[in-house]
């Protein structure tokens, strides 16, 4: 939260420099308590939580060294009654918002229960394993752009220049657009090794190059609609964006993975092919939303969220 805070004031080095720290730790502890106590595979999931409480603790010196990031917003102490009044504002925002996200996330979680009962479920799991791997590294990529994008958009919005916006919401697509093309061509071309790196088997290295092969396009329309969605977070836009994930993943998506896994015996590449699938249906729904979006009419509906 903290860290959303500081992030709609578009106070970002502080942010880097602590998760370069943070991560810093992870690595530290994971291969110390991984491979040099009898903890093993404990030990490396024990240095991930150390990481995460280290995050918060790291913020405490920063804003010793830096207060008047706190009290341009708080030099007043807490009002809790005015606090209490924006609740209903602030759940209207933020359930959408969340719901966006886990939709997301339980479509993938779905997609590896489903790779858990396909036939040789071993090695069907462990390549389900390395495109996770492989997708959520990227992914991470996407958010920067997106999370940029949505402070962009809303600042923008917040301040009445309904055109800078809409050109803010061009340039994050354009640039996403282009840095997954130069990352699906990675997937793509690197398909026979990436796969190398996180398992030994055979048979799984097998699988996981295919089933890479097969999603790497859909890399390009993964940004794409990680970018879309921050601008639709600026734009106040969430549940629109939540409805459309919806029917996207669980009505399009997950039944079409089904279908071409269990009665083409596609296998893995089904599964992932018709997320590709949900995923596409989902960017092109909001692409095409956004485009027909009314930017004046959205930064008056953004003064008045302001004005409450």
């Known amino acids: 939260m903290v860290r959303k805070v500081l992030q709609a004031q578009n106070i970002m080095r502080p942010l880097v420099m602590i998760a370069i720290v943070g991560n810093i730790i992870n690595v530290i502890t994971g291969y110390y308590l991984g491979y040099h106590t009898s903890m093993g595979f404990h030990g490396i999931a024990l240095s991930r939580t150390l990481g995460n409480i280290v995050l918060p603790l790291l913020l405490l010196p920063y804003f010793a060294c830096n207060p008047t990031h706190l009290t341009q917003w708080w030099s007043e102490g807490w009002n809790l009654r005015e606090a209490a009044d924006h609740v209903g504002l ?24 489903m790779a858990g009962v396909l ?103 993964e940004g794409l609609n990680c970018v879309t969605q ?25 039944p079409i993975a089904a279908f071409l896994a269990f009665q083409l015996d596609f296998g893995i590449e089904g599964l992932w092919l018709g997320f590709g699938a949900g995923l596409s249906v989902s960017v092109v729904t909001l692409l095409y939303i956004l485009k027909r979006s009314c930017w004046q009419q959205l930064a008056r509906e953004a003064r008045e969220r302001t004005a409450q």
């Open 90 to 113: 602030f759940l209207r925002l933020g359930v959408p918002g969340m719901l966006m996200l886990v939709m997301e996330w339980w479509a993938y979680e779905m997609l590896a229960l």
């Open 119 to 221: 036939p040789d479920s071993v090695v069907a799991v462990s390549a389900q394993a390395v495109l996770m791997n492989v997708v959520s590294m990227l992914f991470m990529v996407f958010l920067g752009i997106s999370v940029a994008g949505n402070i962009r958009v809303g600042n923008c919005l917040g301040a009445n220049q309904p055109r800078r916006a809409r050109l803010v919401s061009r340039m994050v697509l354009s640039l996403v657009f282009f840095v997954s093309t130069i990352m699906a061509l990675g997937v793509f071309f690197l398909h026979d090794w990436i796969p190398t790196l996180l398992v030994n088997d055979a048979v799984s290295i097998e699988q996981a190059s295919h089933a890479l092969m097969v999603w790497a396009p859909f890399e390009i329309i």
């Open 230 to 254: 921050g601008v639709y977070r600026g734009c106040g836009k969430q549940d629109l964006a939540a409805k459309t994930n919806a029917i996207a993943y669980y009505i399009v998506g997950i």
